[in-house]
């Protein structure tokens, strides 16, 4: 089968012939239907230091999967031929198009722990995307932040982390405000159901935050979220748009904020955000590809021409 190979920093992907996979003990081949293309993928291609985090090179990309079950090996019970599932990137065995061959192919070798059952009314390209924009949205909000209904919660940052985020508190029962500084994004607040929206979490007169989860990162976001959030609240940091931040400690300590950070999620979170999207209540915008611009879409993502999440579909 053909697969689209990372063989090294500023090289282009090859798109190579390799192996028809052949699941072992507690392994299962997939049948891949979509796979989701994010930024990190751009960062393999153009940094160096992935170079550490890499099992081997060459190696097959794509870290974010899903598709059908086409053959299982000995001793897997969890799932059988047939069955729908998305590939958790967050397991102790590693995120696949890094710890191991990934899902820009037509087949997948994966244990059988790192399987999430698909609900019957989620797409493939949905269930892509849940993998890990999904994912993290939902462990910072829910495992996280706690988010309940009836809650204030605040959303910093209305990219394509905050927008999956600030609807899911929605759906949760939530009253969701959004501090986003770039207004054109205003009225999609609203389409998702924002209580409002101003350009900063400060601006929000008379409301009492349960929660604040920052997707922006900037630093200052952080630190008005410290000293806006209510006493004992919580504060999730998500974004990382510097790596540093001055926050204002004495009012951190007399409120005794809870300051998180999240990074990823788990399977409980990939199946807690796939129970949103099967819904159709939940979903995110995304750009579709074909198996054969896979290359191509990373240059687009590189670019900046993408809108929302891009997947490639295999159907």
């Known amino acids: 089968m053909k697969a689209w190979q990372f063989t090294n920093t500023h090289e282009p992907l090859s798109l190579t012939e390799v192996p028809d996979p052949t699941p072992g003990p507690g392994e299962v081949v997939l049948d891949v239907k979509a796979a989701g293309i994010c930024h990190s993928d751009v960062g393999q291609m153009e940094d160096e230091a992935w170079l550490s985090v890499l099992a081997k090179t060459p190696i097959t990309m794509g870290h974010e999967n899903a598709g059908v079950v086409a053959a299982v090996g000995e001793g897997v019970t969890e799932v059988k031929v047939g069955d729908r599932v998305g590939v958790c990137p967050t397991t102790e065995v590693g995120a696949p198009g890094h710890h191991y061959d990934g899902g820009f192919a037509p087949q997948l070798l994966v244990r059988a722990d790192t399987l999430v059952p698909m609900p019957d009314g989620l797409d493939f390209v949905h269930g892509a995307a849940g993998t890990d924009a999904g994912m993290t949205s939902h462990s910072a909000v829910i495992t996280q932040g706690g988010v309940k209904a009836g809650d204030n919660v605040g959303i910093i940052g209305l990219g394509g982390l905050g927008q999956i985020g600030a609807r899911i508190d929605v759906l949760a029962g939530a009253n969701v405000y959004v501090a986003e500084v770039n207004e054109k994004f205003w009225p999609l607040a609203k389409e998702i159901g924002a209580t409002d929206v101003k350009a900063s979490v400060k601006d929000f007169e008379g409301v009492t935050f349960d929660v604040i989860v920052d997707f922006a990162g900037f630093g200052t976001t952080t630190a008005e979220a410290i000293t806006t959030v ?23 300590i007399l409120i005794q904020c809870n300051l998180k950070g999240s990074n990823g999620g788990s399977k409980e979170d990939v199946a807690g955000i796939y129970e949103y999207m099967g819904t159709g209540k939940l979903n995110p915008t995304i750009t579709t590809i074909g198996f054969d611009e896979i290359a191509d879409g990373i240059e687009k993502l590189k670019n900046g021409e993408v809108v929302g999440r891009l997947v490639a579909s295999y159907e």
């Open 230 to 252: 209510k006493e004992r609240g919580t504060v999730v940091l998500v974004g990382m748009g510097k790596l540093e931040a001055t926050i204002d400690t004495q009012a951190m």
